[in-house]
């Protein structure tokens, strides 16, 4: 349910992209029964299968430094699409010839996108794995409102929408005429999902560590599939301690993502007035799924 890691975000959500919703009666009636007890241990990943999300991100509980800035928070929505589109070959190592491996293109689209963002999987005994991923070329509107910059990890973002594509794709944009590998691929999701498994996603100098951590599965009442919440752990600065002001929430089910929740806390707002900052404030970001596709 993007690395430019909008591939990551379209990777991440890629990753996490599918689900059983609306029409699939069957395997609704198959995942809702047994207390729980059928495990995860696959990804869906057939020809057509769609995914649509309404995706919401804004700023909230703003704490001020200075007491006469007024602080104009910063709110866009949009939707979010991802279709896997095809199969195809691709040297086992990355500019290797001979060697190859069969992979799966799932194409990634937002509003005011002009073209999307593909990422490239293949399925293994013990998970899914994130081969490699072409940028999308965006056309983005501008929320209105004050102009200020936000500070994470000491670098300097001007816009709400830059910060969460730098957090959910530290590889940085990739050309639209090449794809960018990940070379050992990263396991994006270790299979069987089961509560208590922790797993290296991205390790230290790529460019910085993410784990993902599985919680317990429970029920989506919504969906009636059962789900493991798997959280991301962030080591931005290498000090060897997860940071506790980022915060990744996926839900996963048998046909992958219901709901993901990105938060970051504590980013400080600064302004040309006020280099040194003005204030501190929240941020959100949130993708729910609104309807599928899956074969």
């Not at 602080?71 to 001979?98: E, H, K, M, Y």
């Not at 963002?117 to 994130?130: E, K």
């Not at 962030?234 to 992958?256: A, E, F, L, P, T």
Request: aromatic share 12%; proline share 6%; hydrophobic share 35%.
């Amino acid at each position: 349910m993007k690395h430019t890691m909008r591939s990551s975000v379209l990777g991440l959500i890629i990753l996490t992209l599918a689900v059983t919703f609306l029409g699939c009666d069957e395997l609704i009636a198959i995942w809702t029964g047994g207390g729980g007890g059928s495990r995860i241990t696959s990804y869906p990943m057939h020809m057509g299968d769609r995914w649509n999300y309404n995706q919401l991100y804004y700023t909230y509980n703003f704490r001020p430094i200075d007491s006469t800035y007024q602080f104009q928070p910063d709110t866009f929505s949009s939707a979010f699409a991802t279709v896997v589109t095809r199969q195809l070959n691709i040297p086992r190592v990355p500019g290797a010839a001979g060697d190859s491996i069969v992979v799966t293109e799932f194409s990634s689209t937002e509003t005011g996108q002009q073209a999307p963002g593909l990422s490239y999987y293949s399925q293994t005994s013990d998970g899914l794995r994130l081969q490699g991923y072409f940028g999308g070329s965006l056309i983005l509107p501008t929320p209105g409102g004050a102009q200020y910059s936000i500070t994470l990890a000491d670098r300097s973002f001007g816009s709400l929408r830059e910060l969460i594509r730098h957090i959910e794709e530290p590889i940085g944009q990739t050309p639209l005429d090449s794809m960018t590998r990940e070379y050992p691929p990263l396991l994006s999701i270790k299979y069987p999902l089961q509560a208590g498994e922790q797993w290296t996603f991205r390790p230290n100098g790529r460019p910085w560590r993410i784990d993902k951590r599985t919680g317990a599965m429970r029920n989506d009442p919504v969906s009636g599939l059962w789900y493991h919440e798997v959280r991301w752990l962030y080591d931005m600065n290498g000090d060897g301690i997860w940071d506790n002001n980022i915060s990744i929430i996926d839900r996963i089910s048998s046909k992958g993502l219901i709901r993901r929740t990105l938060d970051v806390r504590d980013l400080l707002v600064t302004t040309p007035e006020g280099p040194d900052g003005v204030g501190y404030v929240d941020v959100r970001d949130e993708y729910t799924l609104v309807s599928m596709t899956v074969w």
